[in-house]
């Protein structure tokens, strides 16, 4: 079977496929024909080297998501069978609950293998069914942006209402999947981007107001004068260094800021928190019971997640340079399928 493997971290180029064995399944395992696989900008730090504090394995098989088909399962599996359609959990020990520190040692394409090879041994556990409407592309978005989405909008401290106001950062993947699943509960949602092609596509998806933070620099404030001075009740924070003071600036007292993905606070200040009884919540993708919880809405209203591109197996290393500009709106895909 092809598999990709990192042999060194120098980014896309550290990407070598090779040939291995397809594995067989042990008790408990399941054999998963991979048919598609999303990148996230996680896996642009991986390929460079540059994410989380220890030395990653070497030759590390990257990226966490993915779907494909079970074509054989080992004794004793009763959560799926042969031909059911599926998606790994970004972390395969997380399946309900509040998140553990040992949880972040099963997160896939970074202490352990990923999904970027054509058959992939999960445990039974860490596997969901996918949503009957949803391709096996579409499906390979969802273990890590939308879940951490989900988890930020309905699983967090401070879950979101239907007629509130949220704050969007960029148009990304976890963007881009908040703004359906705020639309899908009622909410009102303002998109931030330096794009005005990007704030365009937006609005025709759902967005209710949009703000170019190159035209407006100072952009809480325009976040504020649409919403009549209050601030939103939700901020889906992506951004870096610079972004958390004015999320927090836009931000009504007693809403919720969701800090998400690799973020610099710079010189942040939170006396304007303790002021205004604030939650700043940190959000680390969620669990299979989110997970669950999330496709549940997917197929009740058919919900289809937003790709901007969809590369062939051989194409990964432009996958992932794609991605590294910052051109896309939604999720970047790589497919298996021959």
């Given at each position: 079977?092809?598999v990709?493997t990192?042999s060194?971290?120098t980014?896309?180029a550290?990407l070598?496929?090779?040939e291995?064995p397809?594995p067989?399944?042990?008790r408990?395992?399941v054999l998963?024909r991979m048919?598609?696989?999303?990148l996230n900008y996680?896996?642009l730090l991986v390929?460079?080297?540059?994410y989380g504090?220890?030395?990653l394995?070497r030759?590390?098989?990257?990226?966490?998501?993915?779907?494909?088909?079970?074509?054989a399962?080992?004794?004793a599996?009763?959560r799926?069978?042969?031909?059911?359609?599926v998606?790994g959990?970004?972390?395969?020990?997380?399946?309900?609950?509040?998140l553990a520190?040992?949880?972040a040692?099963t997160?896939l394409?970074g202490v352990i293998d990923?999904?970027?090879a054509?058959?992939?041994?999960?445990?039974q556990?860490?596997?969901?069914r996918l949503?009957?409407?949803?391709?096996?592309a579409?499906g390979?978005?969802?273990?890590?942006?939308?879940?951490?989405?989900?988890h930020?909008?309905?699983?967090?401290?401070?879950?979101l209402t239907?007629g509130?106001?949220?704050?969007l950062l960029g148009?990304?993947?976890?963007s881009?999947f908040?703004l359906q699943f705020?639309?899908a509960?009622?909410?009102?949602?303002?998109l931030?981007?330096?794009?005005?092609?990007?704030l365009?596509?937006?609005q025709?998806?759902?967005?209710h107001?949009?703000i170019n933070y190159?035209?407006h620099p100072?952009w809480?404030?325009e976040v504020?004068?649409?919403t009549g001075?209050?601030?939103?009740?939700?901020?889906v924070e992506?951004?870096?260094?610079?972004?958390?003071?004015?999320?927090?600036?836009?931000t009504?007292p007693?809403?919720a800021?969701?800090?998400?993905g690799?973020?610099?606070a710079?010189?942040?200040?939170?006396i304007a928190?303790?002021?205004?009884?604030?939650?700043?919540d940190?959000i680390f993708?969620?669990?299979?019971?989110?997970?669950?919880?999330?496709?549940r809405?997917?197929a009740?209203?058919?919900?289809e997640?937003?790709?901007?591109?969809i590369?062939a197996?051989?194409?990964a290393?432009?996958?992932?340079r794609?991605?590294?500009?910052?051109?896309?709106i939604?999720?970047?895909?790589?497919?298996?399928?021959?």
């Amino acid at each position: 079977m092809r598999v990709y493997t990192l042999s060194h971290p120098t980014g896309p180029a550290a990407l070598v496929q090779v040939e291995r064995p397809i594995p067989e399944p042990a008790r408990g395992q399941v054999l998963v024909r991979m048919k598609a696989a999303s990148l996230n900008y996680r896996d642009l730090l991986v390929a460079e080297g540059r994410y989380g504090r220890a030395e990653l394995p070497r030759d590390l098989v990257p990226l966490s998501d993915g779907a494909g088909e079970v074509v054989a399962v080992g004794e004793a599996v009763t959560r799926v069978a042969v031909g059911d359609r599926v998606a790994g959990l970004f972390m395969q020990g997380w399946l309900a609950g509040a998140l553990a520190p040992e949880y972040a040692g099963t997160a896939l394409g970074g202490v352990i293998d990923g999904v970027l090879a054509d058959y992939v041994l999960f445990d039974q556990h860490g596997l969901v069914r996918l949503p009957d409407h949803l391709s096996y592309a579409q499906g390979a978005t969802l273990p890590c942006a939308a879940v951490t989405a989900w988890h930020a909008l309905f699983a967090s401290a401070r879950p979101l209402t239907a007629g509130q106001q949220v704050l969007l950062l960029g148009t990304g993947g976890v963007s881009m999947f908040a703004l359906q699943f705020a639309r899908a509960a009622g909410a009102q949602i303002i998109l931030t981007s330096s794009s005005d092609a990007k704030l365009a596509r937006a609005q025709a998806l759902g967005a209710h107001a949009t703000i170019n933070y190159r035209t407006h620099p100072e952009w809480q404030d325009e976040v504020l004068r649409l919403t009549g001075g209050l601030g939103v009740d939700h901020v889906v924070e992506v951004g870096g260094a610079g972004t958390l003071q004015r999320s927090v600036r836009a931000t009504r007292p007693g809403g919720a800021v969701h800090l998400i993905g690799v973020l610099s606070a710079g010189d942040f200040n939170p006396i304007a928190v303790m002021q205004r009884g604030l939650v700043l919540d940190g959000i680390f993708v969620g669990s299979r019971e989110m997970f669950e919880a999330m496709n549940r809405l997917l197929a009740a209203q058919r919900l289809e997640p937003l790709i901007d591109r969809i590369f062939a197996f051989d194409e990964a290393a432009a996958a992932y340079r794609y991605l590294a500009a910052q051109e896309h709106i939604g999720k970047v895909v790589i497919s298996l399928e021959s």
